[in-house]
């Protein structure tokens, strides 16, 4: 019990834990944007991938770090838009069309990589962004070194989630994507286009789900192997159901499934000899499915999510 309450209470954990969740704020916040306005998008972990090959492709050919940034939420934004056309104007099953998108955008990631790279065994390394030290804010005890020697990413991904609670109940646009998400032809009435605001939505959530892949190759790590989203986008899924498509909640969900992740590590290293490592690495998930159990029942979901809406339809 002193060894549990000793990493509940160091700060490296909290950051370890803020580190492990930032691709996952990126994710569930996209996803969430995307639901919102009624659309499922399963391709969700292909556009981690994408992502993640895209920012660090770019990087290697010299764009910068922020460039590189760019480069995959653009292509986040190419994928979301292909799923978007799929499943709004055509009204084609968002479950199937997700998973195309996902089957699509990874392989052809991969593709691309061994591609531009035939002959390498090992990927090229980049410079991945480092933490910043913030003056006066990072000497703060026990929150300094927690919250304020982060990567730029992850101050990117808590911006994103204030911007998106802001934009989604403070503005004309988030109304009209929650009105779009639960009762679309209420606003067809009022004379918006339903398709633009779902289409719009659904590009601008895939880009920001493209930044969880990049954090993976340009902060987590420093270059693009198979396997490394490892189903990260599938957990994003589950932490939108989990936060009851709120963003404050998405941000909680995610930070609750890092410290589980970032728990079970150093629990392993003190207790690893005597219970298997497979039940450590199986804490997080079994913990995240009792929460997801627990909060599912009370969800309020968007009403027209996974449902087709057609012009005219009333």
Known sequence: MTEILDILLSANFWAAA???????IFGVIGALICERAGVLNLG?????????????????LGAGLWGGVFVAA????????????????LGLSQHVSGIGVTLFATSLSYFIYRTALPDVSSPPRIDA????????????????????????????????VVAT?????????????????????????QGLSVYAIRIGTVVAGSAIMALGGAFLTMSAFD????????????????????????????????????????????????VGSFIPGQVFLMMPYLLSIAALIV??????????????YFRGQR
């Open 18 to 24: 803020l580190r492990i969740a930032t691709p996952l």
């Open 44 to 60: 969700i972990e292909g556009i981690f991938t994408a992502g993640a090959m895209a920012g660090w492709m770019a990087v290697w």
């Open 74 to 89: 653009c292509a986040g934004a190419l994928f979301g838009l292909i799923h978007a056309i799929l499943t709004v104007p």
């Open 129 to 160: 962004f480092q933490p910043l030290d913030i003056p006066v804010l990072s000497e703060l005890p026990f929150i300094g070194p927690a919250l304020f020697q982060q990567t730029p990413l992850t101050f990117l991904a808590l911006f994103l």
């Open 165 to 189: 609670a802001y934009v989604l109940y403070r503005t004309p646009l988030g109304l009209a994507i929650r009105a779009v998400g639960d009762n679309p032809s209420a606003v067809e009435s």
């Open 223 to 270: 270059a693009f192997f198979f396997g490394m989203v490892n189903g990260r986008g599938w957990i994003c899924i589950a932490l939108t159901v989990f936060a009851s498509w709120r963003p404050g909640k998405a941000l909680i969900g995610a930070l609750l499934f890092g410290a589980f992740d970032a728990f079970q590590v150093r629990l392993q290293t003190e």
């Open 295 to 308: 909060v599912a029942r009370r969800a309020d979901y968007p009403r027209a999510l996974l449902v087709p």
